[in-house]
C-alpha cells in the first residue's frame, strides 16, 4: 500500500493528499511533516545520518527522525510509528516543542523539501536499530556539542535541523525538553 502525504495550504489546513513517493521533486508541494529530537536517559541526543538511498539530502547528519503523518494519524502517533520503523526505537514522552515550525529548502540536486514541520521531543530506552533504507548511522551527542558542532559546521547538517535548533536557541528552549536555567 502506497504511503500517503497530507497536502496543506498556506494556513495549514489540509487540501488533499499524494503518494509520498511523487510528493518530493522539483516542486514539492507544500504538505505536513514533523521533526523528533529523541534524548537517552543521559540526557544525549540522537543525530542520525540519512540513508544514501533518500531522494532528498541523502546522507546527511540531521536530528533523531522526520516523517510524515498519515491521512487521519496524530502526530505524536506518527513519531511513535516512524521511531519504530526508522529506528526499532519504542519511544515516550513525545511532546511538541515548537507547533509553528516551516521551511523550503532545496538539495543540491534540485530536490525540494517544502514542509509544514511541527517539531518534537521523546525519549528512547533502548540502542537504535537502524532501518539501512532510512538510516546509515547514529550517534548520541550532548545537546551542547551537538550546538557547537551545527555553529561550527551548518553545511554537515540538514538544513531544517539547522534552522530548528537556530529557533529553538532563540527561543531559549531545551534539547531534552526542559527550559535553560
Not at 514542509?115 to 532510512?134: G, K, S, T, Y
Amino acid at each position: 500500500m502506497a504511503e500517503e502525504v497530507v497536502l496543506l495550504d498556506a494556513r495549514h489546513r489540509p487540501v488533499g493528499t499524494m503518494e509520498k513517493s511523487h510528493v518530493h521533486g522539483t516542486d514539492t508541494p507544500f504538505h505536513l511533516a514533523f521533526s523528533c529530537y529523541i534524548r537517552n536517559t543521559q540526557g544525549q541526543i540522537l543525530l542520525t545520518r540519512r540513508s544514501l538511498n533518500k531522494i532528498a539530502w541523502p546522507g546527511v547528519w540531521t536530528n533523531s527522525v522526520c516523517g510524515h503523518p498519515a491521512p487521519g494519524e496524530s502526530l505524536p502517533d506518527a513519531v511513535r510509528r516512524r521511531s519504530l520503523q526508522e529506528l526499532g526505537l519504542s519511544v515516550e514522552q513525545v511532546h511538541v516543542q515548537i507547533e509553528e515550525f516551516q521551511y523550503r529548502a532545496t538539495d543540491a540536486s534540485g530536490i525540494v523539501e517544502n514542509e509544514f514541520c511541527p517539531i518534537f521531543l521523546a525519549v528512547a530506552r533502548q540502542q537504535p536499530a537502524l532501518n539501512p533504507q532510512e538510516v546509515m548511522d547514529f550517534q548520541w551527542v550532548s545537546p551542547e556539542n551537538l550546538l557547537a558542532a551545527v555553529g561550527a559546521t551548518p553545511w554537515a547538517f540538514s538544513p531544517w535541523m539547522v534552522e530548528q535548533l537556530t529557533l529553538m536557541t532563540d527561543r531559549n528552549l531545551s534539547l531534552t525538553g526542559c527550559d535553560k536555567q
